[in-house]
């Protein structure tokens, strides 16, 4: 193994794949900050090139690309709300009310370092975890995809901070949402209203589009004078030593990035969850643990380095399964496994064994790819934001509504999705109103699919026991889990009893 390692690491270093590197990460950040076209569009688009390549290049060029998308998905959370890519949902809560309060610039550098250190972790967790974790993607059932979701229903509590009924009950909404079309399991068709475009369902990227890129449109067009004064308060209070200071803010709080990481890493492990989960409950985690939860959700920067280093290091994490077990963890994956077949590579422990060199070359490329999102990120990232600050309102409306039409249409090239994101953008703007928060809407839209499988699968499984549903409640890694919802729903009563008894406490102190 020592000699492979040794062997990849002389083959990564060498200019041709460093180059490689350097383009897939370019060409990710391009794609994965154009909403609509997520990492699993642009890399199924990079497919064709890479039949003409060697296996090894071919492989370093989609990894380097899968990266970038990744991280590239943030420029556009945090600049114009819109998330690039479904591992950019958590990024917005905080990114944009940076960017409403003019440090924009604050949150690019800070999810650049988050992306280049959870990329990191995510490649070491592979390489040193791999035989270990691949054993626990084996033990998850459905049952404990079932449960999975039920606990990320629990973080609504921290998305909902006004009401937690109103926060439930836009999770809820989220819910009904994503039953739309035929069912996952039993074939049948809902609410499609006889609809023959209505049976593929909402597209999440639709759905993410029209909930948080649509009332960002409608608040530029209703008031562009406090997007202005934002603006321009961020161009005249430039600060000399700006990325030092935001860097070295960052790493004075190791936890929550290393933290962050690791939640990556394991849920990427897990087939179906993905970016699109990871970062939610890196998100949740953060604000949980955080001393300044109060500030989370208008512009904490512990709010954007929790979810970008959470969903880079899903990249690593997802190909745990994917090389040691030929499962691929995310949809991306899917189209590197793909790429593995047509060069005649199966993966398992043949490849390790067979081809050493050609797998750690290809791990060894994704952390090279990670450390050039730094250099690469920062130059492209800023001048993005410096572009957007700079562009008049009267402008970046309409631009982002081209942009916002063109990609829910690239989704599945069809016009009803662009009357679907219009119709949920503005339905969205409206519930915004009424206190119910879209993000909590969108939870609902990515967890549905996972608790409808987990729980038709589930008992579909346990058909030959007197009572199937008590499977859920007696398998060993369920049990974990039903803990942990049980705690994730506990903590924010807690939090408020104690943030209460504190208030009385200075409150007496004062008197």
Sequence with gaps: MLVDLGQALTQVLSPQMLLLCALGVVGGMAVGATPGLSATVGLALLLPITFTMDPTSGLVLMGAFYMGAIYGGSFTAILVNAPGTPSSIATTFDGFPMTKAGRSEVAIIAVTVASVVGGVVGVLGLVLLAPMLANVVLAFGPQEYFWLGIFGLTMIAGLAAKSLVKGFAA??????????????????????????????????????????????????????????????????????????????????????LIRSSVI????????????????????????????????????????????????????????????????????????????????????????????????????????????LMAPVGLVAGRGLQRLVVRTPTHYLAPAIGVLTIVGSYAVRNNPLDVVLMVLLGLGGYGLRHLGLPPAAIVLGVVLGPIIETGFAQGLLAASGSAYPWTSFFTRPLSIVIILLVLMGAAWPMIANRKAKAEEQDRVEVSS
Excluded: C, W
């Design 171 to 256: 999770g809820f909404l989220g819910l009904l949402i994503s039953t739309i079309g035929i069912s996952p399991v039993g074939g049948e068709v809902r609410f499609t209203f006889g609809s023959t475009d209505m049976q593929g369902g909402v597209p999440l990227i639709v759905a993410l589009i029209g909930l948080f890129t649509v009332p960002t449109i409608v608040d530029l067009v209703v008031a562009p004078e406090g997007r202005s004064a934002a603006m321009l308060s961020e161009q005249r209070r430039r600060e000399r030593r700006l990325l030092t200071n935001t860097v070295r803010d960052i790493l004075s709080r190791p936890v929550n």
């Design 264 to 371: 990556g890493t394991l849920v990427g492990i897990l087939p179906g969850a993905g970016g699109n989960v990871a970062n939610l409950i890196a998100y949740n985690e953060a604000k949980r643990t955080s001393k300044r939860s109060d500030n989370f959700g208008k512009g904490e920067v512990d709010g954007v380095v929790a979810p970008e280093a959470a969903n880079n290091a899903v990249v690593g994490g997802g190909l745990v399964p994917l090389l040691t077990l030929g499962i691929p963890g995310a949809p991306p994956d899917a189209v590197i496994y793909g790429v593995l077949l047509l060069h005649g590579l199966r993966p398992g422990n043949e490849l390790f064994a067979e081809q050493g060199v050609l797998t750690f070359t290809f791990i060894l490329a994704i952390a090279v790819s990670a450390l």
